[in-house]
């Protein structure tokens, strides 16, 4: 049967998270996948765990932290698949030293992953009050909403809202019941009662806010 090739990426799904423990301890197993594809879900997975890690620290969430935690596996995962792939591939010196590159990015990528580890292990001990008023003082902050079941953005896609263009806000999460969408992307639908995580700025996060209660109907 023919694998389908977008199987591995995890990113624009919504999909209930296995617990961390258990994927950590789960046979590898090496699949081919294109190096872009890799180097692709590793930079989206990065970036995302920076965003979560921090949310986890200011809203003290223990949830937060346990996606942190999954996604710290699946890198460790996906760091192995590629190299896997390189070793594979050079059958020379050249060769060798072409795909050297493609190591030190992911390595990078693990790098930013790992540091996103070891914010979340912060909440393992006594948390200093300090550490969230810090990063409530950001330019761009961190902000958690739920979507009223009055508001227009009930059904209708992230991209045909516009979010991001009308408010300068992100969606970096959406959580769905017991269920999340990691990096939602412009044809992932919004419902009613959806907890979004989101970052950008105040002004942008007070029109955002208005329009997912439902206090206004489009956002401008």
């Known amino acids: 049967m023919k694998k389908d090739k977008h199987r591995r990426n995890i990113l624009g799904r919504l999909q209930r998270t296995p617990k961390w423990e258990k994927e950590e301890f789960k046979e590898i197993e090496y699949e081919p996948t294109p190096v872009k594809d890799l180097l692709t879900e590793m930079k989206d997975i990065s970036e995302l765990m920076i965003d979560l890690a921090?949310?986890?620290?200011?809203?003290?969430?223990?949830?937060?932290?346990?996606?942190?935690?999954?996604?710290?596996?699946?890198?460790?995962k996906l760091n192995y698949d590629i190299r896997m792939m390189t070793m594979m591939a050079a059958r020379s010196k050249d060769d060798a030293e072409q795909l050297a590159g493609i190591l030190q990015i992911a390595q990078a990528a693990e790098k930013l992953s790992n540091a996103a580890g070891d914010i979340v292990r912060l909440m393992s001990k006594k948390q200093e009050p300090i550490l969230p008023?810090?990063?409530?003082?950001?330019?761009?902050?961190?902000?958690?909403?739920?979507?009223?079941?009055?508001?227009?953005?009930?059904?209708q896609q992230i991209g045909n809202l516009r979010v991001e263009s009308e408010t300068g806000m992100r969606i970096i999460g959406i959580r769905r019941e017991n269920c999340w969408i990691y990096n939602p992307q412009s044809n992932n639908m919004l419902l009613a009662n959806d907890m979004l995580i989101v970052r950008g700025t105040d002004d942008g996060f007070k029109e955002l806010n208005d329009f997912l209660m439902g206090k206004q109907q489009v956002l401008e």
């Open 54 to 76: 921090y949310s986890a620290i200011l809203f003290n969430s223990e949830e937060i932290a346990e996606e942190v935690r999954f996604l710290e596996v699946r890198m460790d």
């Open 133 to 155: 008023k810090i990063l409530r003082q950001a330019d761009e902050r961190l902000f958690r909403t739920k979507i009223s079941e009055k508001s227009a953005a009930c059904g």
